[in-house]
């Protein structure tokens, strides 16, 4: 008990105080944290500027078990992300698992965000916050659950991150482009597009090289091999099915 009464106390300290915009989901993360048929393990993770002490990035997840006779706990934890919906920039529900319904939560001070979406034939929902402390309005916070119901349980977890706006962050780089076949395919950390629709099909010619070009005018690799760039296609592919918001 005094396990469960300590996250309680964390979960309201990852909090901001001072807004209450996330007032329904605060409420429906402790209720299902602190139940008392709930297992759960959590971890957290705090990256601050060395030299100012402020924070920069934060990330808390708090994985749970619940017997299937305690669904209404994940129930009110949806009804909160519905509640909170008005006050909250960005919003996304997936409910019914498809092999790309994958995307991840930047945390700030990291290279790679928290993902969503890996747990087998499981839902997610997240809602994004600016966090009302920081007046240049480049800092959010992320909420948000994964679950996955069976006829005995439900396995998921809540998480919490804490980083600069996607905004922001894509307002500081610089989209790339390589060329391949006389074709360029313009990538963006959100984006993967070809200018022309069957492109794809010329891709995987085997025996035929390859050439890429970079955005910087940088050479990339004058002749590139089939297997060479499927594994590269694969990374590009990733990087668009795990977006970090």
Do not use: C
Not at 2 to 24: C, D, E, R
Not at 134 to 139: E, G, L, R
Not at 150 to 168: F, H, M, P
Not at 219 to 243: D, M
């Amino acid at each position: 008990m005094k396990n469960k009464h300590f996250l309680a106390a964390g979960i309201l300290m990852l909090m901001p105080l001072t807004s209450h915009a996330q007032g329904f989901i605060k409420r429906a993360f402790n209720a299902l944290i602190t139940s008392e048929p709930a297992q759960v393990e959590s971890s957290h993770k705090l990256n601050k500027n060395p030299g100012t002490g402020v924070k920069e990035g934060q990330l808390d997840v708090y994985e749970f078990t619940i017997p299937i006779s305690h669904h209404d706990l994940v129930d009110n934890v949806e009804r909160a992300f519905e509640g909170d919906k008005e006050k909250a920039y960005s919003l996304k529900t997936v409910s019914s698992k498809k092999s790309y319904d994958y995307t991840s939560l930047a945390v700030g001070g990291d290279d790679s965000g928290y993902p969503l979406g890996d747990i087998k034939g499981s839902r997610y929902i997240y809602a994004l916050f600016l966090d009302p402390k920081d007046m240049s309005k480049t800092h959010r916070y992320a909420y948000a659950m994964e679950w996955r119901k069976d006829e005995k349980e439900i396995v998921g977890k809540l998480i919490v991150t804490y980083a600069t706006t996607q905004q922001y962050r894509e307002s500081g780089k610089k989209g790339r482009i390589i060329r391949i076949n006389g074709n360029d395919v313009k990538l963006s950390a959100n984006e993967f597009s070809f200018g022309d629709d069957d492109l794809l099909s010329g891709f995987f010619s085997m025996g035929e090289g390859l050439s890429a070009f970079g955005s910087d005018s940088t050479f990339v690799s004058s002749n590139i091999g089939s297997e060479s760039w499927l594994s590269q296609f694969n990374t590009f592919k990733w990087t668009i099915w795990r977006r970090r918001w």
